[in-house]
DNA sequence: TACTCACTTGCTTGTCGCCAACAAGTAAAA
DNA sequence: TTTTACTTGTTGGCGACAAGCAAGTGAGTA
């Protein structure tokens, strides 16, 4: 976050206009998570933005078009630095081990990154609003770590470590859902979350409900009829 | 929601300033659960809420202090409304049944009252800003929440239908998220959530995790160690 | 019981500062 | 010279506050 706008490289060369733009985006998206963290959305002011990132007030509604616009960039630009820890976290890994691991990924990004976490969930609780301008965005990015769940759980119905009666949907939606809310939980209330007890807790779960079990041992079908 | 304000009853007895205010309060707190919903909180006016109520814009400032403050009351009533029908719908269980019949009441709301439930959740999305006036409303009801599937827990234990090595506060934290995360993903994308399924699921899941079982067969503690 | 008058309360209107959006303009790069 | 990055002037709309109006209230009096 410059405090002046950097309009020439230290050694006095003049940037490049692709140089420029990117500078001034990327000042922009920074100082716009600063004080969306601080402010929340609704406080913060295009004009706050622009002169904290180094510029006038009027140059986050010529880039972005208009308040609504930069939020989805925010909230797009953040996201892809935590699809990315995810990919990084979960690696070739399938079946109930990716799952696990893509928890130890949102434990280690909420950890490492508190920043992003914290800002993430404001912008997809902003997105809850009717006719919020960027809700589409936060649908793709759930909706895609749903798939990929789901892909995880069908590889491990295929490779045996899941009993093949899994509703992989239903189970991805739960699992999604989990984490969803206890980012929630986390962010309007920090100190009645326990992230590491609870993913231990999830982890454990996830296997005794998805694990193949060897047969003879009563299966979720079974339990069902006892209802 | 009348259409200009009630001044008198309709044989034309004056009102007394008690009645005048509750019939205002109560068309203001409707008039803006309407159009939140169709609005979002920010781009729903005290001008339009005013007048829609039969009022003018300045009386919900009057009234309720602040926008804030309006909103606060809303969640507020909304709130209540959900922890009658949630307190209906337990009754005198407790343990896992109560667990099952507070997912199935929270199923009931969202069908009967779907009105009230996505206001809630906008609400409660709403107070995860910083600086949200009315985050510690959305906290309590949390915690509230938390705090009586706890005790259910604990009294499922105590009469043995729940085995005792069980985690309650980790246990209700996980529940308390699940169902926040679920209605958030069914408000932004209502297609993708089929709540009933969910619920069945997420009931065979409470009594794998949470069951007491018969001695000899592995508890979770034996699982832990295969880990 | 009926009337009165000072007081309280419900509600409206005028006004101010602030904000997002847009358009016109300036300066720097190509 | 043309294009692009960025700034500044302006406008309409919103929330908040304060002043004012009108309706309701209740104690005192006869």
Redesign the interface.
Known sequence: MPSQPAKSVPDGQPLTQAERTAISDHAMLEAAIDL????????TTLQAIGEKAGYSRGLVTYRFGSKAGLLDAVCKAVSRRWLEYLKRGVGKASGIDAMCAALDAFLHFVSDSPRDARVL??L?????????EY?QT??NI??RQ?DDVVSWILAGIAAGTIRPDT?AR??A??Y???????T??W???PG???FR??ND?????L???LAATPAGTPG?TD??RL?
């Open positions: 969306i963290l601080e402010h929340g959305t609704d406080k969930q404001i997809y609780c902003g997105a809850a609003s009717p006719r919020s809700r936060s649908v759930h909706q749903q509703d239903s189970i939606a739960h999604i859902a989990y984490i969803s809310g206890m929630y939980l962010l309007v209330n009645s979350i326990d007890k609870a807790d999830m982890k454990l779960h296997r005794l409900i979720l339990l069902n209802q």
